[in-house]
């Protein structure tokens, strides 16, 4: 079943719930696909641009939760971590930690990254091979790290 498809059932069985949370996260998510999709500047909507689309949400509602949290804001707060959990749903299994640190150690000794300065091959290619699974932030750190350890 694909994505469109996915969000429209959760939609119905959200609506019959009566779950505002749910059904806000994927009017949300409806209308990004349904904006992506019209749009035309990506021509083919394929899969990684699903995923990639779902982050971007996901880490919209989680950036506004920091907000609110900052402004002593929970139950907004606590709003947004819920819907982020909704739009989650439809991302791939993330990687654990360990799991993400054994997929980039194989990739720097694939790409043969010994210092810093090899951060950006190693970036590439674990965006490539991790899209959806991790975070690009959690990457990102969890690379320099062992860069910085060799």
Do not use: W
Not at 14 to 27: G, H, P, S, V, Y
Not at 30 to 57: H, M, P, R, V
Not at 98 to 111: N, P, R, T, Y
């Amino acid at each position: 079943m694909d994505l469109e498809s996915q969000i429209m059932s959760q939609l119905k069985e959200a609506m019959k719930a009566k779950n505002t949370i749910a059904l806000e996260a994927l009017r949300a998510v409806k209308s990004e696909l349904l904006l992506a999709k019209t749009s035309g500047a990506t021509g083919e909507f394929t899969k990684a641009n699903e995923i990639a689309l779902l982050q971007k949400l996901v880490k919209q509602r989680k950036e506004a939760a920091e907000q609110f949290k900052a402004y002593n804001r929970e139950e907004l707060e606590a709003k947004e971590l819920a819907q982020a959990e909704v739009i989650q749903r439809f991302l791939p299994v993330q990687l654990t930690e360990e799991e993400l640190l054994a997929a980039l150690k194989g990739i720097i000794e694939e790409v043969g990254a010994t210092s810093g300065k090899d951060m950006g091959k190693v970036m590439g290619v674990a965006g490539t091979q991790l899209a959806g699974k991790a975070d690009g932030k959690a990457i990102s750190i969890a690379v320099k790290r062992l860069l910085a350890n060799d």
